[in-house]
């Protein structure tokens, strides 16, 4: 279940490249990607196992399907797929933080510390250090 959205997110890239998604199978496979995605987001986060990065790559595949349903004029994440899966990314890693909420890094943290540190502010350092590094962290304090 894991690796189905990165599935779907390649499901759209290679052919996106090769035939630029301009037909009627490409609307039927938008809906086939989108909902494999949907689902499997749905299945991991019942489980508390959907990641940020999964839930980037599976936004991903809904707007390149969204641009395939709508039409030519949105159409541009199916035409430029890489650039959208890596501005989508991007955004999973940068908004977060700057709306008040946890960086993205802080889920594979919590996955391989014990919860009893998921509180402290050597947790919440670390994870800072990660995103902004060092200099920019202790310039902003």
Known sequence: ???????????????????????????LAALLLTGAGLFSIRRMAAKNEASPIHKAMVL????ASAGVWIGPAFAWPGRNPVATLYAVLFLAAVLP???????FTTYFARKTTPPAVWNTDIFRL????????????????
């Open 97 to 103: 933080p700057l709306l008040g909420r946890e960086v």
């Open 60 to 63: 991903f595949t809904a707007a």
């Open 1 to 27: 279940m894991r690796l189905v959205p990165a599935m779907a997110s390649a499901g759209w890239i290679l052919p996106a490249k090769w035939t630029g998604f301009n037909s009627a199978q490409a609307q």
């Open 126 to 141: 670390q994870k800072e250090t990660q995103i902004y590094g060092t200099p920019l962290h202790h310039h902003c304090r």
